[in-house]
């Protein structure tokens, strides 16, 4: 069963520091992975994607995500965060077998400090 | 430029009674998604359309019922609102018939409470 782990609750980063949510995930054929952000009141909006291909994804407002499949992990950066960063991160998993669903981890509240 | 459109954007029931929940897109797309945001739950997959005419459970889909209206059109019914429903319920929409790879966009939510 697939299933995705976002281990922080909660991240605190000052202003202009980089910045990493972690996720991690279990798939049972070829993983693809997605990162989206919810800013308050909003629904999610999709930040970046893995499919196949270069480990390092890059993707929307400067954002980046590292594939490592030997640690099962696809982790969000920036190497510069901005105050309106801010936001709730939710990292998602399909099977790439064919299955439907579209797995979230719990989320991350990322809080970017001035 | 409106993507993903859902009414209402808050409700308040009292349980037993019914509601419909309605979604609207306006980018052509196949698939459409009714999810449900608990805190500290993530997002749980309701109910998928994955074409017009189409409907399948997802992960929690018990007391719930849906309707694919037409392409652009995708609703949630409560059929007898129990407590335990009180959420924030999101439509989505992709492009292309199911494909994995595809980013789902999402609506701004409805918040439910059932008292």
């Known amino acids: 069963a697939q299933s995705v782990a976002q281990p922080e609750d909660q991240v605190n980063v000052a202003e202009g520091n980089p910045l990493t949510v972690k996720c991690t995930y279990s798939?049972?054929?070829?993983?693809?992975l997605f990162w989206y952000v919810q800013y308050p009141n909003r629904g999610l909006q999709f930040l970046l994607k893995?499919?196949?291909?270069?480990?390092l994804v890059k993707g929307s407002y400067g954002f980046e995500a590292e594939f490592n499949k030997s640690q099962t992990s696809f982790h969000l950066k920036k190497p510069s965060a901005l105050v309106s960063d801010s936001a709730l991160y939710f990292c998602a998993v399909r099977d790439g077998a064919g299955a439907n669903n579209l797995f979230f981890g719990t989320g991350t509240r990322l809080t970017v400090i001035p | 430029n409106a993507g993903v459109t859902q009414t209402p954007k808050f409700q308040v029931l009292k349980t037993g009674q019914s509601m419909t929940l309605q979604c609207a897109q306006d980018m052509n797309h196949n698939s459409m998604y009714w999810y449900r945001q608990d805190p500290g739950m993530g997002l749980r997959l309701i109910y998928y359309s994955a074409s017009e005419g189409t409907t399948d459970k997802g992960e929690v889909p018990n007391g719930y019922n849906v309707s694919r209206l037409n392409k652009r059109e995708f609703s949630l019914r409560l059929e007898s609102a129990a407590p335990s429903q009180t959420s924030v319920y999101f439509c989505?929409?992709?492009?292309?018939?199911?494909?994995?790879?595809?980013?789902?966009?999402f609506g701004d939510g409805t918040r439910l409470s059932i008292l």
């Open positions: 893995y499919i196949t291909g270069d480990n």
């Open positions: 989505a929409s992709s492009g292309g018939r199911v494909r994995v790879y595809q980013p789902q966009h």
């Open positions: 798939v049972s054929g070829n993983p693809y």
